[in-house]
């Protein structure tokens, strides 16, 4: 087994919401990236649009672009239906299709979904073995979609590292990549998100920064990811320490976030997915730091 996440995948690709759009809008902006050299869009799930349903779209009005699910949750779908949703996929979308998929966050699972939400580690491991041995009875695929999973702490990795193709690590550090990519070995695919925001004054860019974070320093998961890496209760209070929103957030000039996404690979990471917040703090990417950052641009 060979590590070719970057042949599929691309060096950088671009992790957005795009629920915000309406369809011609989505459609511009998967053909923007495309057209830009990006390698993939990461797709996220939560109780808007529904991710496979948006890629099928997608693909359909680009030509190239990967697309992947960063993450899919799999308390949404039972294990048959997501085997046939990535053989669909992968027969619709040969090599332009990643399957991600995550165990997500009590709160979005007990109380939205209204499932019990059980041992992440535990429940990923039974599912995946479900998915493998669900039934399905559609055409075969040439080459099934690899399956990467939203793996944060050393668990998880171990799982990824074994029973599928890669991960997508989500709000982490550049020392998370190190570590990931150490535990992992060289074949695992590693994909970690960075968040990018093209404000140079301190102050500014972390307040934008905040509104983004927000949301996350609620969710038991990523905080205690976060306190493996030296972070701790003071860190999480109001919205983030400058010190975390400086680790999770790469602000500045456009040599400054290059040299973050580029701190990613020198620590390991095979692709980056950036996330381009906006300078307003409104939902969605700054597309002229997308076009800015796109690969060739340099």
Known sequence: ?????????GNIGVWSPTDHLDAAQLRDFARKLEGW????????EAVGR?????????????????FATGIANIYARDATSMKALQYTLSGFLPRRFVLGLGVSHAPLVSNVRGHEYKKPVATMREYLAAVEKALYRGPAP?????IVLAALRP????LAKSAARGVHPYLVPVEHTRRARALLGPETWLCPE???LAITNASEAR???RKTLKIYLGLP????NLRDFGFDDADFANDGSDRLVDALVAWGDERTIRERIQAHFDAGADHVCIQALRPDGALGADLELLETLAPGAA
């Open 155 to 158: 668990a998880m990795l171990e």
């Open 194 to 196: 960075q968040k990018v």
């Open 207 to 209: 307040a934008v920064a």
């Open 1 to 9: 087994m060979t590590n070719d996440a970057r042949k599929l995948l």
């Open 221 to 224: 998961n990523y905080l205690r």
């Open 50 to 66: 529904d991710p496979f349903a948006t890629i099928a779209y997608l693909a359909g009005q680009t030509e190239r672009l990967t």
């Open 142 to 146: 040439a080459e099934a979609a690899p």
């Open 37 to 44: 050299g990006y390698g993939a869009l990461w797709q996220p």
